[in-house]
């Protein structure tokens, strides 16, 4: 039973243009969610957060919207540049454990 | 740099053997979490600890054992490996002090085990 889903293995965008990755959940449980992102051999970096209570966060060139109602999540980056090229990862605070989805491969071409 | 460390970086073994993986948390966080990504997965939880004491468990095999010790760093033991167990296990720190949920937790490197 997958509680966080990131439907789309992949995603390739232009440099500049905007990136939009997207997660959905299905335990209403979930306050808080983070994004992290990956590259190879190297661990999980934290990126932004959202709590339950808001519907936007925004931190830079990245802005995650909440949409409690459709148990959806999404993180905007723009502009997007080449060095984001990386695997994101949604994740849900479960209480003691953040879940994960299986991530999205992010390929900014220049 | 998350200021969580891990050793060893990789680590290269036979079936059947035991592996102790090590990870020192970010100063002054007193959780300590374990998960394990396998090729083409998500990052698995497998336990946490807080100040020494095992608070929450997941997909944890019972081959598997791990501890926290005074010092706050924390040992994931390995043990009657299995190709099967070949993946990237992963530590990551909070503060989290009375296990409420929305705070962030910040990764290590990780440890690649691969079991031959």
């Known amino acids: 039973d997958q509680q966080v889903k990131q439907n789309s293995p992949s995603l390739s965008v232009q440099e500049g243009r905007i990136s939009i990755l997207n997660c959905d959940y299905t335990n209403s449980m979930f306050d808080y969610f983070l994004w992290y992102k990956k590259y190879p051999a190297e661990g999980p970096t934290f990126l932004i957060s959202?709590?339950?209570?808001?519907d936007k966060n925004e931190d830079g060139r990245f802005t995650v919207f909440l949409n409690k109602s459709a148990k959806h999540l999404s993180l905007h980056i723009v502009p997007s540049q080449p060095g984001d090229s990386a695997v994101y990862f949604c994740?849900?605070?479960?209480?003691?454990?953040?879940?994960f989805g299986k991530g999205t491969k992010l390929t900014v071409n220049p | 740099d998350s200021g969580v460390t891990q050793t060893p970086k990789h680590l290269i073994t036979a079936t059947g053997q035991r592996v102790t993986l090590r990870c020192s948390p970010r100063?002054?966080?007193?959780?300590v979490y374990w998960y394990q990504q396998s090729l083409d997965q998500g990052l698995q939880f497998l336990i946490q600890?807080?100040?020494?004491?095992?608070?929450a468990k997941g997909n944890i095999l019972e081959r598997f054992s791990a501890q926290q010790f005074p010092d706050l760093h924390s040992e994931l033991n390995l043990s009657s490996l299995e190709l099967g167990d070949s993946a990237l296990y992963f530590c990551?720190?909070?503060?989290?002090?009375?296990?409420?949920?929305?705070?962030?937790?910040?990764f290590g490197p990780g440890t690649r085990l691969l079991v031959l």
């Open positions: 959202i709590s339950s209570i808001k």
């Open positions: 994740a849900a605070d479960g209480s003691e454990k953040l879940v």
């Open positions: 600890y807080y100040n020494g004491e095992e608070r």
């Open positions: 990551a720190s909070s503060v989290r002090t009375s296990g409420g949920a929305g705070e962030t937790q910040y």
């Open positions: 100063s002054g966080d007193l959780s």
